[in-house]
Every structure is written in structure tokens, then in C-alpha cells.
């Protein structure tokens, strides 16, 4: 065989406390068994973090990687990941963003951070050179300014993946910001980063990236450009981004509210936040490296107390979702705007930040806390100056904001009384989607992923589709396969909700191993188109079914993960709103979700994977994906 | 003489590199991805996610860039 194509074909580790640099080749069994990207990034954090680190300490360990298809032509391939053990909940994180692909033409596929700097630091990739170099100005600053800093200092065409005051602060739910635009949001990786002193990471390069079988790549690529470009919206995709989504989501009532005591009503929502009022601030679309759909947007707010105000938006829609419908902002884009900004300047996760806040507006309403534990400020619902002062005090651990910033799990214990019978997290992470209004993939997978609340990918069960529609989506996607599609595609709607997360979970790995995007129309090419993409850029022959093996091996290494770290199904926590109180959905009204439902469905995604009832894997399972190997003696921890 | 690829419209730019990554591969001999070796050059402006659009002096002028851009920023007559 010829030079593998696709890969960098080298991992990048950084000890952070020793200075020491090493790089190591990326070998052709991790790429067969793992693909790369997140699928590898599991086992290296596996290997990486020492068993039972506290995650904000220097045993833990941050792993980056960017797929083989990053840096090419394939559309959509501009997707890298991280890894750690989340300062959230101790399990294990799997977080994706548009930017940092560059660490590809640097030369790496992957980048493991180890211990702790002995001061503030920023991490330069530029090819062979790797330096850890004093970031004593930068530390205090928030994401945009270190962000201009390093580009005035090392170039703009580097990647610059940042932290805020918030990751600097140790608070549990920071996030890291790459180019001002995206992030890997959940989970608290910017707190890992500010435990090692790791301010940001700058990366550059001038390597090339090989083609192995190039004939064959071109047809396939030709193949796929004109098939994707088949698809219908792509326009809308591009015009309104993630807000494409806002209409079907509105009228299924997935826009939860005032800490999911509600769903905003459909025309509510769509009148509050008319999408050519969002136009009008839009100056511009924003791209992931590779993307034909640009999905993201530069804004300018042109009117309103925030006139003048630049910023990039990755995803409007959960800006829409967090800053707007959770806490009653209702109708006011540029407070929203002004919000998600915050957030992206400060280093904080929209939706868990917004969920401490919706969470803490509740108690004040209820009479739990008052001004005294509020430093004076008065909270409720649509107060944004009120919610902006509280996300800078989350940042800056000032006054109540320090209960906060502990996160989602530890807050309710600081408060005490009987504030955790309101708080709304799965695992620690604030779920975007209410399973009381619909059952889906979307709702069910964030209380069975890895990461915990947070769903899997946006899929085709978000909404009701017409008779025979699932089936003719799994027969174009390919999965799953015909041995299981009587048994995942059944039910009400023609799909079990526990069963088909399972395969959505490992399709997505897949997509996020070789470097995707995972939004709906890359998630519709069929995976066969996939393999062969693969199989002639890196030379390596894997085809459909392998490839998904290898997206399920990866979601079991992270489980295997979690079981080491003394994470199990009956220590996860639900909360209680969704499955002991109705919800108002306009003049509707829902009721809780049935705990032996949630159990059921909880249940059949654990069959469905072959894991015991109690979470943890089969022997035979382990087997099967050939795991043995990595896991030492202790299968399951 | 006139250039028969041009940046028609550059503040459409949106910075995914389709056509640096383009222009790399089906112009360089041995067929690699890679933007330094790419004959246009995408950079960024005013701190912000918008983006300066320019070829360098050897640029070939082949079009290629045009035919991979999807954000209207390139025309090949």
C-alpha cells in the first residue's frame, strides 16, 4: 500500500508540567478500529487521564482531534473534537466545533494535554515548533481581546481556541471559543484548560494532506457534491441557519420556558422572534472550513440598546432557545444577542448558564432565595440587565454568581431547602429538549448518552413524520441495518425512541470521527457514500457496516470510560420536573412524563447496545468490538 | 490582460476554504491538500469573521477556485 492519504499521521502530546513535547505516529490499526477525530480521542483521554482525577486537577487530560476528512475537499469536513473527564459530572465529554482544523496542516490528527503549567500559558502549533509561551498578558482577558492578542501577535491565520475570565475562574460549566465563532461548549473544557493554566491554543500550518487513490477520490467526490446539492433547503440553511428550524419547532413546542415550567405557545414564539427582524442584523455568513452551507452568522445589531454590537453567532437557534425562551426574553433579539455575546466573550455555556439562571429566577419567585442571596438583584423572567449581570457575576465567582458558578450538580446543595426539586439537569448538563412535550431521539438520548443531558444530534425524529417516512430514511442512510429495522422502527410513530438513539449515537460517531458535520443534511448521506470517500482518501479499504462498528465501538469506549470513573445508571440523575408535574404548551396541557416509560425507554436503548439492564457492558459486547485489548483487566472499570 | 477568474462579490466570503483547498489539489503535481501552496489567499479582516479575498501573483488563472465556491465571492468568465 501506498502513503496514507486523509491522516496528518501524527498525535501531538504536551506535558504541560514537564514542558515535554513528543510527537508519535498515528498508527493504521487506531485508524481502522477508531477512524479518527472523536472515535480516537476516546481512547487517547482514556489512556490520558489518570483513574479517578478530579477533572480540575493536573491527572486530567485534554484530547483534540480533527478526523481524516478535515482539510479536504469533502463537504462538511471541518469538524474537530475534544475530550476530557467533564468538570460537569466526572464523565466523559465529546465535544465538536467548526474551528481548529488547522491542527491537520500543522501535521497533527491529534493533540493530548497532560498536567499543569506552572503559570499562565498559551499553547503555538506551528508545524514542528510547539512552544508553551507566557500568556501572563493575556490571562484576565476575555475571549475576543486574547483572541485580536494572539492573531496581532502570531498571524489571523491561525486557529485560536480561547478561554474567558470564566475557564480562568475555574467555573464548571466554561466553555472554549475558536475564532470567535464556535465552541466546544459543554461540559466545562475551558475549566479543564483554566485548571493546567492553559489560556489558549494557537495552531498554523504548512503541511500537506495526501490523496491515496485520487482518481477514484475525484469520481466519488463529484458523486457527492452533486447528490448533497440534490437536497432541498439548502438555501434556507444558509440564510437562516439553525433558525431554519424555528416554525416546525415552535408548533411541536420544543421551545421550553421559565425553567420548563412551560412551552412557549407556537404563534408566540414565532411573532416574538420573527426570523426577517434576525435578518436584519445579519451582516453575514459565517462558514466552517470545507462547509458549502456557511450555517452561522456575523451580526451587526442595528438598532435597539446594543446598536453597534458585532458578533458571530455558531448556532441562532440555541441562542433563541437559552437566552430567549428559557428565560422569558421573549421578542427582544438584540437582548438575546447581547446575552449569547456575553457568554462568547466570558467563555460560558449558553445552555447551562441560562438553565442556572432560569433555575435561580424560579427560586426567587418562589420565595427560596431573596435580594439578600441575590446581591440586591431582582430576578425574573425577561429581566435581561438583570440575567446579563448575573452571567458576568457566574464568570467573575462575585457574590451569588459563585454558588452558581459550581455548576449544575453542586448548586442545589450550597442553596439547600428544597431548591434541587426545581433544578432541571440530566448528569449535570441542562437538556435542551422536554421529553413531556415529544418522545424522541432528541429527548430520549440525553438520559442515555455519555456526556449526559445533552441529545445526541439534532435527527429526523424531531419531528412527526408521515407514514413510511422513517423507513425510507434508514433505507437512504443507510442504518439500521435490515437485521434490526422491524425492531428500531416500531412503535406509534414507526421508531422505538430508546432503540433508534442507539443508532443515531453511533452514526454520529462516525460523522464526528472522520471530521463532519452532524446537522441533518450530512447526517442524510447514506454511509456507504461515506466508507468509499474513505476507503479511496486514506487507502484504507473499510466499508458501511465497518465504519459503523467503529462509531459503536467508540460510544462503548466512553461508556467504558464512565464505569472506570465510578459512573453508573443508578447514581444519574433525572430531575423530577419532567416526570412529576404537567406543562402548558399554549391552551394545552402535557402530563409528566411516566417514570416506568422513562425506565422502558432507558431499558430497550441499553438492550439495543447490548449492555445489562444496570448500564454496564456485556462481556460479549466487549468482545465483539474487540475493546478487550484497551480496557486492561477491569471491562468495566 | 484581463483575468478571467475575479472576486465579484467579497463580502460574501464566509471563510470555509473550498477553494484554497481546490486550488491546491488540482494544482499542485502531487495532488495534496494544503493552503499555503494555493494561488488565492483568504485572510482575515478587521478582527472579525469576514474575510479579504486576493491571488497571489503566479496564479494560474484556471477557474477552479470559482467552480468551488458557493458563497457567489468568485466568477470565472
Known amino acids: 500500500m501506498g502513503k496514507i492519504g486523509g491522516y496528518a499521521g501524527n498525535i501531538l502530546h504536551v506535558d504541560l508540567s514537564t514542558g515535554?513535547?513528543?510527537?508519535?505516529?498515528?498508527t493504521e490499526s487506531l485508524m481502522r478500529q477508531f477512524l479518527g477525530g472523536s472515535g480516537i480521542n476516546a481512547l487517547l483521554a482514556y489512556e490520558a487521564v489518570k483513574p479517578s482525577a478530579d477533572p480540575l486537577s493536573p491527572d486530567n487530560a485534554l484530547a483534540f482531534g480533527a478526523g481524516p476528512f478535515v482539510g479536504t475537499l469533502i463537504l462538511g469536513a471541518g469538524k474537530s473534537c475534544a475530550s476530557t473527564k467533564m468538570p460537569t459530572s466526572g464523565q466523559i465529554d465529546t465535544s465538536t466545533t467548526g474551528s481548529f482544523g488547522k491542527l491537520k496542516f500543522a501535521g497533527y490528527d491529534h493533540l493530548v494535554i497532560t498536567g499543569k503549567a506552572e503559570r499562565p500559558v498559551y499553547l503555538h502549533i506551528f508545524n514542528d515548533r510547539v512552544e508553551m509561551v507566557d500568556a501572563g498578558h493575556l490571562w484576565g482577558r476575555d475571549i475576543h481581546e486574547a483572541t485580536d492578542l494572539l492573531w496581532q501577535e502570531l498571524g489571523k491565520e491561525h486557529n485560536v481556541m480561547t478561554i474567558g475570565p470564566a475557564g480562568e475562574n475555574l467555573v464548571i460549566d466554561a466553555n472554549v471559543i475558536g475564532d470567535k465563532y464556535s465552541g466546544y461548549s459543554r461540559g466545562g473544557i475551558g475549566a479543564v484548560m483554566g485548571s493546567k493554566n492553559l489560556k489558549a491554543i494557537a495552531v498554523h500550518g504548512t503541511q500537506d494532506i495526501h490523496v491515496a487513490r485520487v482518481a477514484q477520490f475525484e469520481q466519488l467526490l463529484s458523486r457527492?457534491?452533486?447528490?448533497?446539492?440534490?437536497q432541498r433547503l439548502l438555501k434556507e440553511w444558509r440564510r437562516y441557519g439553525t433558525l431554519i428550524s424555528l416554525k416546525p419547532?415552535?408548533?411541536?413546542?420544543?421551545?421550553a420556558h421559565k425553567n420548563y415550567q412551560e412551552a412557549v405557545a407556537a404563534e408566540k414564539i414565532i411573532d416574538s422572534f420573527d426570523v426577517n427582524a434576525f435578518l436584519e442584523h445579519k451582516s453575514g455568513d459565517?462558514?466552517?472550513?470545507?462547509?458549502?452551507?456557511?450555517?452561522?452568522?456575523?451580526?451587526?445589531?442595528?438598532e435597539g440598546p446594543h446598536a453597534g454590537l458585532t458578533l458571530s453567532v455558531g448556532c441562532a437557534n440555541a441562542a433563541l432557545q437559552t437566552w430567549g425562551a428559557y428565560c422569558g426574553v421573549l421578542g427582544q433579539w438584540e437582548e438575546v444577542f447581547k446575552s449569547a455575546d456575553l457568554c462568547n466573550r466570558l467563555g460560558l455555556d449558553w445552555y447551562n448558564a441560562s438553565a442556572l439562571i432560569c433555575w435561580s429566577i424560579e427560586l426567587y419567585r418562589r420565595g427560596i432565595i431573596d435580594r439578600g442571596d441575590t446581591d440586591g438583584l431582582e430576578l425574573d423572567w425577561n429581566?435581561?440587565?438583570?440575567?446579563q449581570e448575573l452571567i458576568q457575576n457566574i464568570a467573575y465567582r462575585r457574590g451569588f454568581g459563585e454558588t452558581l458558578a459550581q455548576g449544575m450538580k453542586a448548586a442545589p446543595g450550597i442553596i439547600g431547602k428544597n431548591s434541587e426539586d426545581y433544578i432541571v439537569h440530566i448528569d449535570g448538563l441542562a437538556p435542551p429538549f422536554d421529553p413531556r412535550m415529544r418522545l424522541s431521539t432528541e429527548s430520549v438520548s440525553q438520559f442515555v448518552n455519555n456526556r449526559g443531558g445533552h441529545s445526541v444530534a439534532v435527527t429526523t425524529t424531531m419531528m412527526r413524520r408521515k407514514p413510511g417516512q422513517m423507513r425510507r430514511y434508514a433505507e437512504r442512510a443507510g442504518?439500521?441495518?435490515q437485521d434490526a429495522m422491524d425492531r428500531v422502527l416500531s412503535g406509534p410513530e414507526e421508531f422505538n425512541p430508546g432503540r433508534i438513539s442507539k443508532w443515531f449515537e453511533d452514526n454520529v460517531a462516525v460523522l464526528d470521527s472522520l471530521g463532519l458535520c452532524q446537522f441533518p443534511p450530512f447526517q442524510r448521506v447514506n454511509l456507504a457514500a461515506w466508507a468509499e470517500l474513505y476507503s479511496a482518501l486514506t487507502g484504507i479499504d473499510l466499508n458501511a457496516e465497518q465504519m459503523l462498528q467503529a462509531g459503536e465501538r467508540a460510544t462503548n469506549l466512553r461508556k467504558a470510560f464512565n464505569l472506570r470513573e465510578g459512573v453508573t445508571r443508578s447514581g444519574s440523575f433525572q430531575p423530577r420536573r419532567f416526570t412529576t408535574e404537567t406543562l402548558t404548551f399554549g391552551d394545552e396541557t402535557r402530563d409528566p412524563l411516566p417514570q416506568a416509560d422513562l425506565t422502558r425507554m432507558i431499558d430497550d436503548y441499553h438492550d439495543e447496545r447490548g449492555w445489562l439492564p444496570d448500564g454496564t457492558i456485556r462481556p460479549e459486547k466487549i468482545a465483539e468490538l474487540g475493546l478487550d485489548q484497551y480496557l486492561g483487566g477491569g471491562q468495566n472499570g | 490582460m484581463d483575468r478571467l477568474t475575479n472576486v465579484v462579490a467579497e463580502q460574501n466570503c464566509a471563510g470555509c476554504n473550498l477553494c484554497a483547498l481546490a486550488c491546491s489539489f488540482f494544482n499542485t503535481e502531487e495532488r495534496v491538500f494544503n493552503p499555503s501552496k494555493a494561488f488565492i489567499q483568504i485572510e482575515r479582516k478587521d478582527g472579525q469573521n469576514s474575510f479579504a479575498v486576493s491571488f497571489k501573483e503566479d496564479c494560474l488563472d484556471c477557474g477552479t477556485c470559482a467552480e468551488y465556491c458557493h458563497y457567489g465571492v468568485l466568477s470565472a468568465e
Do not use: W
Open chain 1, 249 to 255: 419547532m415552535a408548533q411541536t413546542g420544543l421551545y
Open chain 1, 383 to 387: 429581566n435581561a440587565p438583570a440575567i
Open chain 1, 479 to 481: 442504518f439500521p441495518p
Open chain 1, 224 to 230: 457527492l457534491t452533486a447528490q448533497f446539492f440534490d
Open chain 1, 20 to 26: 515535554d513535547v513528543i510527537k508519535k505516529p498515528l
Open chain 1, 286 to 302: 459565517v462558514a466552517c472550513m470545507s462547509c458549502p452551507i456557511g450555517c452561522k452568522h456575523f451580526l451587526r445589531l442595528k
